[in-house]
């Protein structure tokens, strides 16, 4: 019987993949942020110009996080799948033995 993950975090590789997407999210929202920067300075809003700029560094912040993140995940995804493997090579020099015996 196969287990069938319920949420998208139920699973590396759902978590994974929600990573991913709050990722894009945020390099959306980054890019809408440049754009509203460049407005704030064509209109003299020094001080709306520097709010976004604090916005801006957050979000690059909040960025580099998701990336490690994803970083992490993938490398316990690699580890994973060598345990299993491992343990499957295991279980064959078992049925091995079993078998010579």
Do not use: C
Not at 14 to 32: K, P, T
Not at 59 to 69: D, M
Not at 82 to 92: D, H, I, K, M, P
């Amino acid at each position: 019987m196969s287990y069938q993950p319920e949420t998208p975090f139920d699973s590396i590789e759902g978590s994974h993949e929600y990573v991913a997407l709050l990722a894009e999210a945020i390099a959306e929202a980054r890019r809408d942020v440049d754009a509203d920067i460049l407005a704030a300075e064509r209109e003299g809003a020094e001080r709306r110009k520097q709010a976004l700029l604090l916005v801006a560094y957050n979000l690059a912040k909040l960025n580099l996080h998701f990336t490690n993140s994803r970083r992490i995940l993938n490398d316990l995804r690699t580890l994973r799948r060598l345990l299993l493997a491992e343990r499957g090579q295991a279980a064959g020099k078992t049925d091995e033995i079993a078998e010579g015996a």
